[in-house]
């Protein structure tokens, strides 16, 4: 894949993604960053684009609109393997090729989550879709850095359980 | 001082699996001066040992041996290798389970007497009844420690007992309250430590203050010089001699080495699926379908509780994960009450899981943002458990796989589980009554969850007064074999609506006091 290729999908996907505070951007050199540098992720095995394939996916089968793309990007950054890297790269053709068949370029330049939904929804049933969704169960609910975001606050045995510290304390009910 | 018995001698009782069933049996007979050899195939973990994690806590517990499943529910489906949710440790699943410790109902004894016979259903009467286990309760709820038995108070109240005690009290429901839990409520009603509210219940109490048989009747039993508890060690079949008694368990040691432990008497308490499993896998010439199977009952009527969740949404937080996971029921709904449409009842017990296992358990495979917009108000839910009777089926069984082995080399357990419509019908009764529960509070989105892997798993070694229809007999003796015993939840004629732990204690604390006076008097 060109570099020329790569930056084009790159654009179309940050124009797609501009009601987002910051997009993620391919950088060509085998590096994901976010776009104000916040964070980078270095692929080793697999390309930048299927990286970034992987992500969008992540985010497509459980988006959380409070939650930030580095922890989708740690999700998923075990994918970048060698034992994945024949898996990772057969389903995402198989994933662009569902794409084509609705009419889009590939799956990443699709503008509209509820259009990438439908494509997902044509592979879903498939090896590759339910190995990702089902990594994602524990790959992305697992990371003690998003719990806050929900609300859940882990394990309290350390600080004397909530006995003292509010058990009880709903008062609207 | 710890015991250690020879694997020569051949006067020791063993028991295999330290669980309520087994855990509590080799206490009972250690007090009695018995001598015990308790195999259990899992380590020794206690309390600073546990893990309030839910992923770490079920690598380091469960029981994930090598299992397939088959049948309709949705268990074999989502988990197709998982079947249940049971704990392989030196106290077994009485690390996970609840503390939720509430007797059988009477008419449940008798549930063939009082339902009459249903289509597709096995069931049968056990042959005791309640009055005849009221002073073995009485007992099991000393050793316990239940709240709201004896002198015991309540456990207060948490967030998530505040919801389920508005909405069902909105319903009209009156039977409701936090439980009777083998948890300790005070600090001067028990010698544990009284109950700091720090959830985590199902990943073992690191206060110790629910009951688990880990840190209570395992080191008790030791401490009395006749225990001896060798840990990692997986029994892989029974032995018998020409005459039909048995007479030596082989089991696979910590370092994977066949070891054969000879014995007077022999217990089976490894749980619901490796029970039948250990007497299909005993096979042999004299007995070709399993130690004693002359009735085609071991392994069948494979019972797991009709259950279910439902989870309210709510438009401001409830932070149920934080307080005890269990405590709180609703018990109007218990009763047998055909009208209904269906036979038996539930019960309804609080219940929270944490992010993590909210998100494997929800709704197993779904995804997309119906999915993800219920885990996006996790603060604001508020939880419940359905604990109904299912009924005995006979292909509801435990077989042994043709194909799967473990990692010892030997046919894997394979579990048929198909929902009965009396089944259905109570979930889908049960789920409307939850949903109703949490609207009547205001609930915004209330949705049912389907049943997890099972974590009560009864019935597949009956107990029957006929040995044509069952496999022990009203102790758990075998039918076929005098000095073999069943002393965990496979024994159960039939399951009830009630969490089993009690009943499983009960029962072992009352085998424990047969079998000492047979082998007092000499007949075993």
Redesign the interface.
Known sequence: MTQEHLKGITRRALLSRSMATWALAVSGAGFIAAPDAAWALEVAVITPEQMATLMQMAR?????D?VADQYYAIAVKGYDSADSKDMVAAGIDELNAAAVAQGHASYLAIGWEKDR?KVLQAI?TGVFFQTV?AGL??G???QKEI?PI????????SQ????N??????N?? | MVAKFDLNDDSVVVIIGTGAGGGVLANELAQKGVKVVALEAGGRYLPEDYLNDEWASFGQLAWTDTRTTSGDWRVAKDFSGLPTWIVKAVGGTTTHWAGASIRFQDHEWKALTNYGKVDGANLLDWPIDGAEMAPWYDKAEEKLGVTRTGNRPGLPGSNNYKVFEKGAKSLGYTQVHTGRMAIQSSDDTGNRVACQQTGFCFQGCKWGAKWSAAYTDIPEGEATGNLEVRERSHVAKILHDETGKVTAVEYFDKDGKLQTQKARIICVAGNTIESPRLLLNSASEMFPNGLANSSDQVGRNYMRHVTGSVYGVFDKPVRMWRGTTMAGIVQDEAHHAPERGFVGGYELETLSLGLPFMAAFLDPGAWGREFTSGLDSYENMAGLWIVGEDLPQADNRVTLSKDAKDQFGLPAPNVNYSDHPNDIAMRNHAYARGVAMYEAVGATRAFPTPPYPSTHNLGTNRMSEDPKLGVVNKWGQTHDIANLFISDGSQFTTGAAENPTLTIVALAIRQADHIASEMAAGTI
């Open positions: 497509d089968i459980y988006p959380h409070k939904v879903e969704r169960v524990t992305l609910y697992n719990w929900f609300g859940y606050e882990g394990e309290s045995f004397g359980g909530y006995i510290r509010g058990f009880d304390d709903i609207w009910l």
